[in-house]
């Protein structure tokens, strides 16, 4: 649990490195999007490595761009999961 409150999916200690997984069924609905886009900012500050895992193909670019973006901003990894590929 973070100090917001807010809980990581799962978070996989190795050695001194911490490891995020934020799970979601889809990120078809912007809604969903938008929620993800903050908890990364959050989450990441806490990770050193955060994956996020879709069950459904992401197929919104401009979702994927911004993930990036803050790949950039922050320094830090972020991977993006889908059932099909890693991005």
Known sequence: KLPSGRRLDLVILFGKIKIGIEVKMSLSETSVA????????????YCDTLIIMSYYP?????IINKIKQKVNKK??????VDRYKIL
């Open 75 to 80: 320094g830090k990894i972020i991977k993006i």
């Open 58 to 62: 992401i197929e919104r670019w401009e």
């Open 34 to 45: 938008q929620r993800l886009l903050g908890q990364i900012d959050e989450y990441i500050d």
